[in-house]
């Protein structure tokens, strides 16, 4: 079982060939800005189309553009913590967790339950009836955490997903992610803490990488 992304993808200056194969357990992406990290997240997240290859998981093609396969991130078992949180401002930070799930069609005490229990996990339970507008940023971290631990996906995708959490409460999510029940959990990071959680590294630089330098 591993993802495998083979092809190239072109966003302005951008110009990134691809030929990796991540392995389960936690694969660390690092590099400075601009190298393709977020990029390759969202080809695996489906946000983003490979311009030429394909991209399966686990045998499953996902992303071919010689066939015109594509499939949307609806179809694919994944979260992804975004930098910049992207909760749904009308919605409690309890409707925010519970989302993806009534999404599946989870009815809506089971998924405030799932919900209440990620919030907990995150160490944002008593934000549960607060708004976006009512958190500061890294409490809305710690939501869209919980939003994505909730969901129990396959694959866990993480950009930088620290960066605006204060740093006494980084070690209990690294731990978090680190101990993920996600098949792969796939983190982009600019810290060393961070990287040195993974089994695998990804070392990304102007399009080009090295993969599977352990940290």
Not at 20 to 49: C, D, H, M, Q, S
Not at 96 to 114: K, Q, S, T, V
Not at 152 to 160: A, Q
Not at 176 to 181: Q, R, Y
Request: net charge negative.
């Amino acid at each position: 079982m591993t993802i495998d992304v083979r092809g190239r993808v072109c966003r302005g200056e951008l110009d990134l060939h691809l030929d990796l194969t991540l392995r389960p357990g936690v694969t660390a992406i690092v590099g400075p800005n601009g190298a393709g990290k977020t990029t390759l997240l969202r080809l695996i997240a489906g946000l983003e189309a490979l311009d030429d290859g394909t991209l399966a998981i686990d045998g499953r093609m996902l992303d071919s553009s010689a066939d015109g396969c594509f499939v949307p991130p609806e179809g694919r078992e994944l979260a992804m913590v975004f930098q910049d949180h992207r909760l749904l401002p009308h919605l409690t930070a309890i409707d925010n967790a519970a989302y993806p799930l009534r999404r599946r069609g989870i009815d809506r005490a089971a998924a405030r339950e799932r919900a209440g229990e990620a919030l907990a996990t995150a160490g944002v339970a008593p934000l549960a009836a607060l708004r976006p507008r009512s958190l500061s940023g890294g409490q809305s971290q710690r939501v869209a955490v919980a939003r994505a631990i909730a969901a129990e996906p396959d694959v866990l995708l993480l950009d930088e997903p620290l960066a605006s959490v204060d740093p006494d409460g980084r070690p209990a999510l690294r731990d978090l992610f680190a101990s993920s029940p996600a098949r792969y959990t796939i983190w982009v990071t600019h810290d060393a803490d961070d990287a040195e959680l993974a089994t695998d590294l990804i070392s990304m630089s102007e399009g080009e990488f090295r993969q599977n330098v352990q940290p």
